[in-house]
């Protein structure tokens, strides 16, 4: 097998390659305005401030990408597993309606109803079938746990520093995950991600982006429902 060229690579990895672009983007530029803000606030209070690099292993800089991070985590997670048994009539975010749950195995090409060139695991049957039909939705809820715990584990960081500042006592890292401070900043990312999916699965429903797969075919009827378009 010859080897792949490099614009082919790119070609048929744009999608994912140009979001990691665009991460590393992002965390720059939040790297650099968070530091000018944290600094900005250090002068008032007549604090240290932060050269970059500082500012981006600190705790403050972690428990933010951390807090965002784990809201993502949640919006797919929840939406992976909730598509399997809610529908939305219209929306090219859903199945169709009359497939509500896990389906058959016939429906889902596995086990004896596997293709030649499906996985191994989705040939395999048994335990690891079973396993490896459920691995999206569980590693995306690891990912949001594990971001989850990052962001509780840097906030008591960060506000136990801003306490000691303040000159008062620091708080355990339980006090802290179950204070208002901690919740506060939590469902503030979650609500905005629970407006986004609702929002999409809704305005599938009317609207169409010629080309793209996250859209029915423009020309598909309103009432047409994920693959009947």
């Known amino acids: 097998m010859s080897p792949q ?12 390659l140009t979001f990691w672009l665009l991460l ?11 530091n000018a803000e944290f600094n900005h606030q250090q002068i008032v209070d007549g604090a240290q401030q932060l050269s970059l690099w500082q500012y981006v292993t600190s705790t403050s800089f972690a428990v ?50 596997a293709r030649p060139d ?6 395999a049957g048994g335990l690891r079938t079973a396993l490896y039909g459920r691995s999206l939705g569980a590693i995306m809820t ?26 008062e006592d620091p708080v355990s890292w339980l006090d ?9 900043r939590t469902t503030q990312n979650w609500q905005s991600e ?13 609207l169409r982006q010629r080309g793209s ?4 075919l423009v020309g598909a009827p309103h009432d047409a429902t994920a693959l009947d378009s």
Do not use: C
């Open 142 to 167: 690891f990912f949001f746990l594990m971001s989850l715990a990052a962001q509780s584990v840097a906030g008591q960081a960060a506000n136990n520093v801003n306490l000691l500042h303040q000159h």
């Open 64 to 113: 933010d990408v951390a807090e965002n991070w784990q809201s993502e985590y949640l919006q797919f997670a929840l939406y992976i597993v909730a598509t399997v048994w809610l529908v939305q009539r219209g929306s090219s975010e859903s199945k169709k309606v009359d497939q509500i749950g896990t389906q058959s195995d016939q429906d889902q090409d596995v086990g004896r109803h």
């Open 5 to 16: 060229s490099p614009n082919r690579f790119f070609r048929d990895n744009g999608l994912t």
């Open 194 to 206: 629970f407006l986004a999916v609702a929002s999409m699965a809704a305005f599938a429903i009317y």
């Open 118 to 123: 499906s996985p191994a695991w989705a040939r």
């Open 176 to 184: 802290y995950v179950t204070s208002a401070d901690f919740w506060n």
């Open 24 to 34: 590393v983007l992002a965390l720059v530029g939040q790297a650099f305005s968070g």
């Open 213 to 216: 797969p996250e859209s029915k």
